[in-house]
């Protein structure tokens, strides 16, 4: 199946600094990439996805790149607020089917 | 729309007794998944549903989880019987298609002594 390894698995950033969250995954058939956001005693949430035909995608502070060749796609963070503060999880499509494999998440903290 | 729904929030029960896990999915969603959330494995899918039929579930850990989806609007997931190695938060998901967003419930937080 597919495998999501995803780094760090904490990242300490100041408010104001960029936080970059890395991911790679297996299978080259996978088409479908998104990011959540989970916030503590709340589920997943949808913050930004990439599809394998586009490269970068960006959304206000939040931005995601895509590397099909080297099978790694990236979550950038810009000008960090406290409220960013949550853990993050990458996921990659198993195949084409679009169902998400889940990286382990990154802790990310941001200190006003 | 209130979202995925799930119930009960908190669940703590003794090794050996049944549980019962619910969730209504978000209206017209075609697509329901449900998932386990631990420290050591991470958040990990253990079966879907389309259209109330089960799709995939290979994430099953073993023959004590069971999963059935009645009607579009409402589906379980069991454990019987429970062990203490079950204890996590579980989640529910919906979605319109597998390439859409996945909408998911505030979780159970299940507790086996």
């Known amino acids: 199946g597919e495998n999501v390894e995803q780094h760090p698995s904490t990242l300490s950033v100041q408010e104001g600094d960029s936080a970059v969250i890395k991911c790679t995954y297996s299978?080259?058939?996978?088409?479908?990439f998104p990011w959540y956001k989970q916030e503590l005693g709340k589920g997943p949430q949808l913050i930004i996805d990439?599809?394998?035909?586009?490269g970068e995608k960006k959304d206000q502070r939040i931005a995601v790149t895509l590397n099909k060749t080297a099978k790694h796609f990236s979550l950038h963070i810009t000008e960090t607020q406290p409220e960013d503060s949550a853990v993050y999880f990458c996921?990659?499509?198993?195949?084409?089917?679009?169902?998400?494999?889940f990286g382990r998440g990154t802790s990310l903290i941001v200190h006003p | 729309d209130a979202g995925v729904i799930q119930s009960p929030r908190h669940e703590v029960t003794e090794m050996g007794q049944e549980v019962t896990l619910r969730c209504k999915p978000i209206?017209?969603?075609?697509?329901l998944f449900w998932y386990r959330q631990t420290m050591m494995r991470g958040l990990e899918l253990l079966i879907y549903?389309?259209?109330?039929?089960?799709?995939?579930d290979s994430g099953m850990p073993e023959d004590r989880f069971s999963a059935k989806m009645p009607n579009a609007s409402f589906s379980t997931l069991k454990i019987q019987p429970s062990e203490p190695r079950d204890s996590a938060v579980y989640f529910c998901?919906?979605?319109?298609?597998?390439?859409?967003?996945?909408?998911f419930g505030p979780g159970t937080r299940l507790l086996v002594l």
């Open positions: 998901a919906s979605s319109l298609r597998p390439e859409e967003t996945q909408y």
């Open positions: 299978d080259s058939a996978s088409n479908y």
């Open positions: 990439i599809r394998s035909n586009v």
């Open positions: 996921a990659a499509s198993l195949g084409g089917s679009y169902i998400p494999t």
């Open positions: 209206s017209g969603h075609d697509y």
């Open positions: 549903f389309n259209n109330n039929v089960p799709i995939d």
